[in-house]
């Protein structure tokens, strides 16, 4: 902005003082008609949009993607079509139960989220920083969250309810292993890996199609806190992640991954040992070996934030011809969940905003009106199909490939069985290290030390369930019986819960 400009209202009013109301004399009254200051006033009440409900702190910054692989086998995506093609991107970085004011060193899953900018229009990967999630059923969202949130009646965090709703799910025992790891505190968010999480569908030209899992791997090295350096942390520098991101991208050391996938067939997702698409469990990587795809880069930080990244918006339903679905309940129900919070939270044209905004493509359709409508609105264009006009028109080209549903439409509940319980075992006995599970234990008990003493049975008698030593190591740094923990162990999940209902301590 040149220094000679001259101060305007909002509505290009020259502005004669910015320092001084109108009023009658020296000592006012103040006037109503000092336009400037009500306009000033009315718009400094609402700077503040809602803040998300999840991912409310975040950082961002925009870069690119290049197909280093040929998958134009797998799928018609044109961004994914050529080696060497690029398309801008905008990712986002946060994390996941805090406010927007908690500390970047939280024990916490990251957000980690990506806008493609493609000639098709956006494609967004809403992941995590782990492959899994704590459930399978997006019913269950809502009531998650609010453990994780402050309590009702103190406005306190809660660790009674956060352990009670995690122990009466044993789902959750995979997620709840990677989160009480070292993993749970990333030192940033340019050293952890990104997971798509969900399953997609890729599908190429002649309408074949495969299930697809995306990962992100870090270039530069997995680093993470240990639970008394993220203690620490948030005391020295509570920004720290989001002030790493701004810094290396300043300094020109830009933020890497390396994108991979997994690929199932349809005839293997229907003969797999457990659902494929269940959100709380991996496909072994044995089994369904990664393979490169592209690159990511950031190489630019945003200019305004809140025009760049608080009010950037990612949802799991922006896909591109080329990309679908899968039958994940949790992906299902995030498609409409996504967009919906951008709606309360953005307005109905939060797609207009430009970080938003379908940059090669545009969007071309017939809503009109509503509120913060920037656009020409349509113009002389009709707002209603089919016409007669010669207008844009459906492209039966673009379908997706049909799949096979079947089933009796019901609530089916998912029945707890030893399967939720091999991956976690897995990776406590193979993948972490002995300092690994030192590390883990000692996060777990002592934030669980903090629940009711029924609550920190039941939860131990899950890690018990995981691993014989996982349990006894839990057990022993509360002060619990092992031998007590090993005979819930071994009870199907109703006779643990009644046997440490409230009271039984």
Not at 25 to 36: K, S
């Amino acid at each position: 902005m040149k220094k000679d400009k001259t101060l305007t209202t909002n509505f290009g009013k020259p502005v004669d003082s910015d320092l001084t109301s109108m009023t009658t004399g020296p000592r006012g009254p103040v006037l109503l008609e000092d336009i400037h200051l009500i306009e000033k006033l009315a718009h400094f009440n609402r700077e503040r949009i809602p803040e998300r409900v999840v991912h409310a702190k975040g950082a961002g910054a925009f870069g690119f993607f290049e197909v280093t692989h040929d998958v134009s086998r797998y799928t018609c995506a044109a961004f994914l079509s050529e080696v060497g093609k690029k398309t801008d991107v905008f990712a986002r970085f946060s994390t996941v139960g805090g406010e927007k004011g908690s500390a970047d060193s939280e024990r916490d899953p990251r957000g980690f989220a990506v806008k493609f900018y493609t000639e098709e229009g956006n494609f967004d990967m809403v992941g995590n920083n782990t492959p899994v999630f704590f459930i399978r059923d997006a019913i269950k969202f809502p009531d998650f969250i609010h453990t994780q949130k402050r309590n009702p009646e103190t406005n306190l965090k809660d660790p009674d309810a956060f352990w009670d709703f995690l122990s009466l799910t044993p789902e959750s025992i995979h997620q709840v292993t990677i989160l009480f790891s070292d993993r749970g505190t990333p030192r940033n968010f340019r050293s952890m890996h990104g997971f798509g999480g969900h399953a997609f569908m890729w599908y190429n030209a002649r309408g074949e199609y495969h299930w697809v899992k995306l990962h992100f791997k870090t270039e530069s090295g997995i680093r993470n806190f240990t639970g008394q350096e993220a203690d620490r942390m948030r005391g020295i520098d509570p920004d720290i992640a989001t002030r790493d991101l701004s810094d290396s991208i300043a300094e020109e050391v830009f933020p890497s991954w390396l994108v991979e996938a997994q690929i199932m067939t349809e005839e293997q997702s229907r003969t797999f040992r457990y659902d494929p698409f269940d959100v709380t469990k991996v496909w072994p990587h044995g089994e369904f070996p990664p393979f490169p795809v592209g690159r990511l880069v950031l190489n630019r930080n945003p200019e305004n934030y809140f025009a760049e990244v608080e009010q950037a918006a990612f949802s799991p339903g922006n896909m591109v011809p080329g990309i679908g679905p899968s039958p994940d309940k949790m992906m299902q129900a995030r498609l409409f969940g996504y967009h919906d919070a951008h709606r309360h939270r953005l307005g109905p044209n939060y797609h207009l905003i430009p970080v938003n905004a379908p940059r090669a493509s545009g969007s071309v359709n017939y809503q009109r009106d509503g509120a913060m409508r920037v656009d020409g609105n349509g113009a002389r264009t009709p707002n209603y199909w089919p016409n007669s006009l010669g207008t844009p028109s459906p492209d039966p080209a673009r379908a997706l490939p049909p799949i096979d549903v079947f089933g009796m439409a019901d609530r089916h509940h998912v029945a707890l069985t030893d399967a939720d319980f091999i991956q976690p075992g897995e990776l406590y006995r193979r993948v972490m290290t002995e300092e690994d599970r030192r590390h883990l234990v000692a996060n777990i008990t002592g934030h669980l030390r903090n629940a009711s003493k029924h609550i920190q049975k039941r939860q131990t008698a899950l890690f018990f369930k995981v691993d014989r030593d996982y349990g006894s190591r839990v057990a022993e740094g509360l002060e619990l019986d092992v031998k007590e923990i090993e005979s819930l162990a071994r009870m199907s999940q109703e006779e643990r819960v009644r046997a440490t209902s409230p009271g039984k301590d």
